[in-house]
Nanobody, 126 residues
């Protein structure tokens, strides 16, 4: 069973930075493609960024490309989301997700990802 635990959300200022982290545990987690999603009340969960198992291929929502960067550290089975130049519209609950069926990025639909963390709140305000 894969377990995902997000940390590192919180309050960021417009133009500032945050770096949520997702600690993964369980069988073969280093072989899984991973992703970050975000969700605001009343809206569907939205893909933000994805990364393949090797960490060399990354994919982004257009609205965050150039500002956010997803990365992974196999030594401690952690996936990061570096969030720069924060905007008020980035405020959401951010979820880490694991695609245990693929080592490569296979899409942005939440249904692809079998395991989810509990979420970490990101607030953007001055």
């Amino acid at each position: 069973q894969v377990q995902l635990v997000e940390t590192g959300g919180g309050l960021g200022q417009p133009g500032g930075s945050l770096r949520p982290a997702c600690a993964a545990s369980g069988p073969s987690v280093s072989s899984n493609a991973m992703a970050w999603f975000r969700q605001v009340p009343g809206k569907d969960r939205l893909f933000v960024a994805g990364i393949d198992s090797t960490g060399t291929a990354t994919y982004y929502l257009g609205a965050v490309e150039g500002r956010f960067m997803i990365s992974r550290d196999h030594a401690n089975n952690t996936v990061y989301l570096q969030m720069n130049d924060l905007k008020p519209e980035d405020a959401a609950v951010y979820y880490c997700a694991a695609d245990t069926s693929h080592s490569y990025y296979s899409g942005s639909s939440p249904s692809i990802y079998a395991y989810w963390g509990q979420g970490t709140q990101v607030t953007v305000s001055s």
